[in-house]
């Protein structure tokens, strides 16, 4: 990880992950929540990137339970945890849970006490080596949700998402919403929220404000994939399905610029290169943001299978600097991120090295934005 700004997300600091995965059982559902793990740990085993995983009961409440799993790195987790795959072999497990809670954490430092009075000199030096450094944080996480509606609703639909009333931005003494972006790309919609405090918190009270059920409502006979939002599972399908993650998140390390501009970009990746794209971009960034004369001030990358959505926040026009709005940054990096996208946007007479070529392409990732409101006091 470079020190070019400051990092508060990223899946791609090369350290090993930690998931967390806390959970409340209805009564009596125990045996049937058993079998489920079982299954889930056979699935779970082959996934490349899994290492091993426990599962633990309270010692004081029976009926709340852990399920703890480490992983080589954020990005196999990421695959794995937005497959249909793992919709499918976690479906079992609704039945028997009343409630939920995931939390993802980077393994930084680690010990081997047993190891070290072996080997002290050596233990010490692999420890060092696999020290990874910490995100420098501003109490604020990041998430998004994207999903398609039917051809030829695109208006209609961007009318309905533009006009609901704002939800009441404090949740709790802790919690608090901070923005919420939302942008179109042809018929996909994505909305980008962030969080100040417990983003699951958030969450939940946002799907409850009158307001938002009636036009989460209002656009579902748009969507191409059915939901009945009355039905836990099929909401609960539809909204695992619609995550995307946010994998980095940079700010320039100087002072936030006066009139900065929030754009939404959508690349389609070639089948099977979402997350190298992702990863690409989100370095680019990190680059961008130690560029004292920049455009870019701050960037979110959000990436699920082959979907990469990059949100930046720019000083003057998007085709200002159309490289740097791409995400490009030195010799070279336009031939990478040409490798990695999907469709015929770039053109056939040149690379993206000519402006006119970034240019074009730029206008055909720059997503349509639908409203974007920042509570007071953010």
């Known amino acids: 990880m470079t020190s070019s700004g400051r990092i508060s997300q990223s899946a791609f600091d090369g350290s090993r992950l930690r998931v967390i995965l806390l959970l409340d059982l209805y009564e009596g559902a125990q045996q049937e929540f058993l079998d489920a793990y079982e299954h889930m740990c056979n699935q779970v ?32 987790f990421l695959a794995w945890v937005n497959s249909e795959e793992h919709v499918e072999t976690v479906r079992p497990m609704h039945s028997c849970v009343r409630d939920t809670r995931s939390m993802r954490y980077s393994v930084l430092r680690e010990t081997h006490p047993k190891q070290q009075q072996a080997a002290p000199k050596a233990a010490k030096a692999g420890n060092a080596a696999r020290q990874v450094q910490a995100r420098v944080g501003e109490g604020v996480a ?30 709790d003494d ?14 996909r919609v994505v909305r980008a929220v962030e969080v100040e405090g417990d983003l699951l918190v958030a969450l939940r009270h946002v799907a409850r404000q009158p307001g938002v059920r009636a036009v989460e409502e209002a656009i579902n006979p748009y969507l191409e994939q059915d939901r009945n939002l009355g039905d836990e599972d099929s909401a609960r399908v539809f909204f ?38 992702a990863r690409l971009l989100s370095h680019q960034d990190e680059a961008a943001a130690a560029d004292p004369n920049g455009t870019v001030y701050g960037s979110t990358v959000f990436q699920r299978d082959d979907i990469v959505v990059r949100l930046i926040d ?30 015929p946007a770039i ?9 006119r070529n970034a240019n074009r392409l730029l206008s055909h990732a720059d997503m349509m934005p639908v409203t974007d409101r920042t509570a007071a006091h953010s």
């Open 45 to 76: 085993a082959s996934v490349p990137g899994h290492i091993s995983d426990q599962l633990c009961q309270s010692i004081e409440n029976p009926s709340q339970w852990l399920i703890t799993s480490e992983w080589e790195s954020a990005p196999p």
């Open 142 to 171: 990041r998430h998004a949700l994207t999903f398609t509606v039917k051809p030829g609703s695109e208006s209609k639909v961007a009318e309905i998402l533009a006009g609901y009333e704002a939800p009441q931005a404090q949740v």
């Open 174 to 187: 802790t919690t608090r919403l901070r923005r919420t972006s939302l942008f179109m790309h042809g018929n």
């Open 240 to 277: 695992t399905r619609a995550a995307l993650p946010a994998v980095h998140h940079v700010v320039a390390d100087r002072p936030e610029p006066a009139g900065l501009r929030r754009h939404a970009l959508y690349y389609p990746a070639k089948p099977g290169k979402g997350m190298e794209l």
């Open 314 to 343: 720019i000083t003057g026009e998007v085709d200002a600097d159309p490289l740097a709005s791409l995400g490009i940054q030195g010799a070279g990096k336009a031939g990478e991120l040409e490798r990695l996208l999907d469709g």
């Open 347 to 355: 053109g056939v007479e040149g690379s993206l090295e000519t402006e």
